[in-house]
């Protein structure tokens, strides 16, 4: 079965600062890979995926992620971030292809800080 | 296109006292349906999931139950609440593709 490390489970980071968010995942399979984003008392939005062809994937608010089969890690990145990205990100695998059988990892707080 | 609701968006219950969390989705058939729960800074806990009618497969031994009584409807619901169940609920649907998208949650407190 899949398992999903989120090492740290609270990163500040001033504001306009670069920022990467650690993902690590364990899987005997090919695997489906993605970010969350949660706001306080808000539903988990997604954020990204990497389903399959450029390791590399992108969201429109500037946010990042490579895959890295090798390091079986799928890191989030940012280069400049604002206080509106103040949230809970969560990394998630899965390694179905309908979304069943997905494993959440525990959770990063990110905190930009003015 | 599609949406999901949840109801009520906070709750406050007695313990011993009974639950109803309704979720339902607009714009699709068919959906698979999940029930989470997350505890206060802990991460995403399964607790139910449905892929059809009257279908439910439970991920965790509780005093919750989950029904589906109807395509898109998924109901949590338990007999006598604990203060352990307090938390944020979440459903999620999933399409048949390969991501699962969230309700805006249900925040139940049980004191």
């Known amino acids: 079965a899949q398992s999903v490390t989120q090492l740290d489970s609270q990163v500040p980071v001033f504001e306009e600062a670069p920022v990467e968010l650690r993902c690590n995942y364990s899987?005997?399979?090919?695997?489906?890979l993605f970010w969350y984003v949660q706001y306080p008392n808000q539903g988990l939005q997604l954020l990204l995926k990497y389903l399959s062809g450029s390791t590399l994937v992108e969201s429109i608010n500037g946010f990042e992620a490579e895959f890295n089969k090798s390091q079986t890690s799928f890191h989030l990145r940012k280069p400049s971030v604002h206080i509106s990205d103040t949230a809970e990100y969560f990394c998630a695998v899965s390694e179905d292809n309908y979304g069943q059988n997905f494993v959440f990892g525990p959770g990063t707080r990110l905190s930009v800080l003015p | 296109s599609q949406t999901i609701h949840q109801w009520p968006a906070t709750l406050v219950q007695p313990v011993g006292s009974p639950l109803s969390l309704e979720c339902t989705v607009e714009g699709t058939s068919n959906p698979n349906l999940y029930w989470y729960r997350q505890a206060a800074g802990r991460g995403l806990q399964l607790l139910f999931y449905?892929?059809?009618?009257?279908?439910i497969s439970s991920e965790v031994p509780q005093n919750l139950s989950a029904s589906r009584p109807q395509d898109r409807q998924f109901i949590l619901s338990s007999k006598k609440l604990l203060l352990s169940d307090s938390g944020f609920y979440l459903c999620?649907?999933?399409?048949?593709?390969?991501?699962?998208?969230f309700g805006p949650g249900t925040r139940l407190t049980v004191l």
């Open positions: 449905s892929v059809g009618i009257g279908q």
């Open positions: 999620a649907w999933n399409p048949g593709r390969r991501e699962q998208f």
């Open positions: 899987s005997s399979v090919s695997v489906y």
